[in-house]
């Protein structure tokens, strides 16, 4: 008799009829969920490639998956380990969380006071940044309108809320024109509650220069995914972004982490819009490796609903196994 088994869900929900991904508007929201049992011990894991992000779609990455199963199931039986190397990121990321809830070296408890995140209107950030225990801080999206609305919207924030810190997302959008137009929108003795601004420029070397004669600090996010990125310190670098889904393993994402920290960096676990199901892991790894970091998760409002797991004081409903948003893949 075995003592190992395993089982592979899908699920697909319908997301905000809002959400553009880069070029694209993602209608439902589709992932894996993965169990692992060995013996009395149980794991589970989301794989959920994000469209326009990840480099393999939901059909590939399901292939890998059920197949690094049958041959982790071929090791274990012969008492081997079998490596994440060489696996999607997705695949690798759902798989070892699976393993390392099954392990218990997964805690339980998470972070879930997540940076507010607006899309714009700033209207909209008063009230959960009310809410909000501690550290006060709110990430915008910027680039998508004038940058010097963006400058406009960030200056009045940090003079309205003199406790508050920002993080600006640019998503290399800028050109260094309007880059430094964004910039000369912000008052000089607001800028240190600037906690950094994601990729403002098309590659790192203008990043680099933006940051240096402006004084804002600034993050890798973008960057952090190429293969040629190595963790080292740089003036005016303060942060790197990882979306676990995007870079791999847990093991991976941990050795950033711990990377980044030595060097006095902060690392900010961020999400890849998985379904509630990832984004409580996401904080749980969040809390239990950057635990004096905000995560960037607050993604789960772009969804109509939960995915069997509920995010802690979330209204939306539950889609549980019996919902029809979930069905078991055999194989
Ligand atoms: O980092 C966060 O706070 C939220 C997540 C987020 O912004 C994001 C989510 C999915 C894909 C890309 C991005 C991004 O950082 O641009
Ligand atoms: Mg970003």
């Known amino acids: 008799m075995t003592t190992r088994c395993y089982h592979l869900y899908r699920y697909s929900i319908p997301v905000d009829s809002q959400l553009i991904l880069r070029n694209r508007f993602l209608k439902r929201r589709e992932g894996l969920l993965v169990q692992i049992k060995c013996k009395e011990n149980e ?23 059920i197949q690094w199963l049958k041959d982790w199931d071929a090791a274990r039986s012969r008492n081997e380990k079998l490596s994440f190397d060489g696996l999607y990121p997705s695949v ?5 969380c699976a393993l390392a809830e099954m392990k218990g070296s997964l805690q339980t408890e998470g972070n879930y006071q997540v940076a507010p995140l607006c899309y714009g209107d700033p209207d909209e950030l008063y009230e959960p940044l009310d809410q909000m225990q501690g550290e006060k801080v709110a990430k915008i999206k910027v680039g998508m309108y004038e940058a010097n609305r963006d400058g406009m919207i960030a ?12 993080r600006l997302d640019a998503n290399r959008s800028w050109t260094p024109a309007k880059a430094a137009m964004f910039a000369k929108y912000v008052k000089p003795e607001h800028l240190p509650r600037i906690q950094f601004l994601e990729e403002p420029c098309k590659t ?9 004669q402006t004084g804002i600090n600034i993050a890798w996010d973008e ?14 670098v303060t942060a790197i972004v990882i979306k676990p889904t995007l870079v791999g393993s847990l093991e991976k994402c941990v050795s950033l982490i711990e990377k980044a920290q030595n060097l006095g960096m902060k690392a900010v676990i961020s999400s890849s819009i998985e379904s509630s199901f990832g984004l409580t892991q996401l904080a749980r790894i969040a809390r239990q490796y950057t635990p004096d970091v ?10 109509e609903y939960q995915v069997v797991r509920s995010w802690p004081g979330s209204g939306l409903p539950v889609a549980d196994f019996n919902s029809g948003f979930i069905t078991e893949i055999n194989f």
């Open 43 to 65: 794991g589970w894991g989301e794989i959920a490639p994000l469209p326009e992000y990840s480099w393999e779609t939901l059909e590939q990455a399901q292939e890998q998956a």
């Open 92 to 96: 690798a990321f759902g798989l070892s």
């Open 155 to 166: 200056d009045m924030l940090l003079e309205a809320i003199p406790d508050l810190y920002l």
């Open 204 to 212: 790192r070397e203008e990043s680099r220069r933006f940051a240096e």
């Open 223 to 236: 960057s952090v995914r190429e293969p040629d990125f190595e963790v080292v310190t740089e003036p005016h």
């Open 294 to 303: 905000t995560p960037g998760l607050d993604t789960l409002d772009l969804m």
